[in-house]
T-cell receptor, first 113, second 115 residues
Framework: DAGVIQSPRHEVTEMGQEVTLRCKPI?????LFWYRQTMMRGLELLIY????????DSGMPEDRFSAKMPNASFSTLKIQPSEPRDSAVYFC???????????FGPGTRLTVT | AQSVTQPDIHITVSEGASLELRCNYS??????LFWYVQSPGQGLQLLLK??????LVQGIKGFEAEFKRSQSSFNLRKPSVHWSDAAEYFC?????????????FGQGTTLQVKP
């Protein structure tokens, strides 16, 4: 079991550029979550999917953020255009049916200059 | 709405001393409760969870937590802290329904361990 895989681990980009974060959940997990962690706001849930369908995207900051899950083994979080205030660590997590286990990926540290 | 409060932002204990990290939750139904640990630059690792049954839950690395419904608390304890326990600890509450899988996290407690 490789765990939840996120790429890239670090991303530095300039303001206005498009950023795409990627996540591969654990095989067999049917729920996938994107969280953002900052010093000021802690861990915030951005969006989560259940069986590849977005269930709750109320945490997505604004229209610049979008997330997709085209299949059970892959999800992306896209920011377009990026802004310095988007700098944070973005975590992907997945869980199994009945939420008996939830695993986090190592995170992507995003820096927007 | 659900919420989680960790009253202590930062705690310092001596190595070998006992530890208790506080967590209070607000949730109307029976909550799913979790404790996660995050080492610097790392992701979150699950320490333990409570769904139902015995209110004293054992986790990894010698941690335990007790669910007290009357106090809406789920405090994390360890009898003897090791230097490697220095990290940030997050309490989280999940929906009681198995369909949501959504966790609400507390702000975290940073644990420092003195030699």
């Amino acid at each position: 079991d490789a765990g939840v895989i996120q790429s890239p681990r670090h991303e530095v980009t300039e303001m206005g550029q498009e950023v795409t974060l990627r996540c591969k959940p654990i095989s067999g997990h049917n729920s996938l979550f994107w969280y953002r962690q900052t010093m000021m706001r802690g861990l915030e849930l951005l969006i989560y999917f259940n069986n590849n369908v977005p269930i709750d995207d109320s945490g997505m900051p604004e229209d610049r953020f979008s997330a997709k899950m085209p299949n059970a083994s892959f999800s992306t979080l896209k920011i377009q255009p990026s802004e310095p205030r988007d700098s944070a660590v973005y975590f992907c997590a997945s869980s199994s049916p009945g939420q008996t286990r939830m695993d986090f990926g190592p995170g992507t540290r995003l820096t927007v200059t | 709405a659900q919420s989680v409060t960790q009253p202590d932002i930062h705690i310092t204990v001596s190595e070998g001393a006992s530890l208790e990290l506080r967590c209070n939750y607000s949730y109307g139904a029976t909550p799913y409760l979790f404790w996660y640990v995050q080492s610097p630059g790392q992701g979150l690792q699950l320490l333990l969870k409570y769904f139902s049954g015995d209110t004293l839950v054992q986790g990894i690395k010698g941690f335990e937590a007790e669910f007290k419904r009357s106090q809406s608390s789920f405090n994390l304890r360890k009898p003897s802290v090791h230097w490697s326990d220095a990290a940030e600890y997050f309490c989280a509450v999940g929906h009681g329904s198995s369909n949501t899988g959504k966790l609400i996290f507390g702000q975290g407690t940073t644990l420092q361990v003195k030699p």
